[in-house]
């Protein structure tokens, strides 16, 4: 199983990123997958997730109404849309696997990670 994230990078508040996170080795439309992030000194915090075939997705209300998550099964892709960003969502962003059903999950219940995006919101 392997995650690779793209697309961070340095944006003012207000700004726009998107995130994309490639996955291989796996069924990939079989899983739900999620976005996880953390903050420097703070614990992993659960973003977003979408059901395996994509037409339910899941906030935290901390994003709600800013991101849009979104996945392409036949190219194996996951997406995160971050929109109107603001410092507090600085962070390095992981995509991640869900190895049971449902949407919503703790971080640590998810069973693969990727190496992370670092999406740094700074005027």
């Known amino acids: 199983v392997q995650l690779v994230e793209s697309g961070g990078g340095i944006v003012q508040p207000g700004g726009s990123l998107r995130l994309s996170c490639v996955a291989s080795g796996f069924t990939f439309s079989a899983y739900t997958m999620t976005w996880v992030r953390q903050a420097p000194g703070k614990g992993p915090e659960w973003v977003s997730a979408i059901n395996p075939t994509g037409d339910v997705p899941s906030y935290s209300d901390s994003v709600k109404g800013r991101f849009t998550i979104s996945r392409d099964n036949a190219r194996n892709t996951l997406s995160l849309h971050l929109d109107n960003l603001k410092f507090e969502d600085t962070a390095l962003y992981y995509c991640?696997?869900?190895?049971?059903?449902?949407?919503?999950?703790?971080?640590?219940?998810?069973?693969?990670w990727g190496p992370g995006t670092q999406v740094t919101v700074s005027s």
């Open positions: 991640a696997r869900l190895g049971r059903g449902g949407l919503r999950a703790h971080p640590y219940e998810h069973d693969y």
